[in-house]
């Protein structure tokens, strides 16, 4: 079946730092690949996705590029905010249409200043 | 416009009760999804709705759980003899059909079973 392995956290980083959060699969086919987030008090939302091989997905600073070699989706940003702060899930739908999500665990990010 | 809404925010049952959860999807949204957001079992999928097809119920684990779809639009999630490791956030999501990959999710639902 299909599984997201992520990188386990909580992850403690300074202000203007580099963030990589690692992410990997497990996949039937030619899945779609996503990065939610979850900022403090609010509901998942989607940050970013690639659909496939070698496509970026970028957004507010981050990015993360489809690897069907490795079968990896990392998470990076060059240099992060305190309003980074948040828990980060990558997640992937395999085939096409409106299947479910198969999620990562979460990555719990904290940005001190 | 309006996003995808969960009603209760937040609820404790005691062990043993049945609870209702619903969910309001984002209109003309055909898709729609129950997740689950547990300590133990991170995110989890439960059961998908599709237009008038058959939901995908392979998530739900067990015959305590059901759902149904009134209309194509409002859900609700039903959880019978409600027990302890029940206690999660739960989830709902919706999506337009074919045209785009992206799943919009509601605030949640926290529920607690003491």
């Known amino acids: 079946g299909n599984s997201v392995t992520q990188m386990e956290g909580p992850v403690t980083l300074s202000e203007e730092a580099f963030l990589t959060i690692n992410c990997t699969y497990t996949?039937?086919?030619?899945?779609?690949l996503f990065w939610y987030v979850q900022y403090p008090g609010e509901g998942l939302q989607l940050l970013l996705k690639?659909?496939?091989?070698?496509d970026k997905g970028s957004n507010k600073g981050f990015e993360a590029t489809y690897r069907k070699e490795t079968t990896s989706f990392h998470l990076e940003k060059g240099s992060v905010q305190v309003s980074d702060s948040a828990v980060y899930f990558c997640?992937?739908?395999?085939?096409?249409?409106?299947?479910?999500?198969?999620f990562g665990t979460g990555t719990r990010l904290t940005i001190i200043p | 416009g309006a996003g995808v809404s969960q009603s209760p925010s937040n609820k404790v049952t005691e062990k043993g009760k049945d609870v209702e959860l619903r969910c309001d999807p984002i209109?003309?949204?055909?898709?729609l999804y129950w997740y689950r957001q547990s300590l133990g079992q991170g995110l989890e999928f439960l059961i998908y709705?599709?237009?008038?097809?058959?939901?995908?119920k392979s998530g739900l684990p067990s015959d305590r759980f059901s759902a149904e779809r009134t209309g194509g639009s409002v859900s609700t999630l039903t959880i019978q003899r409600t027990q302890q490791e029940d206690s999660a956030v739960y989830l709902c999501?919706?999506?337009?059909?074919?045209?785009?990959?992206?799943?919009?999710f509601g605030p949640g639902t926290r529920l607690t079973v003491t």
């Open positions: 997640a992937l739908r395999s085939g096409f249409g409106n299947e479910k999500l198969t």
């Open positions: 209109s003309g949204h055909t898709a």
């Open positions: 999501a919706s999506s337009l059909q074919q045209y785009t990959y992206e799943q919009y």
């Open positions: 690639a659909t496939k091989a070698d």
């Open positions: 996949a039937t086919g030619y899945p779609s």
């Open positions: 709705f599709q237009g008038n097809s058959a939901p995908d």
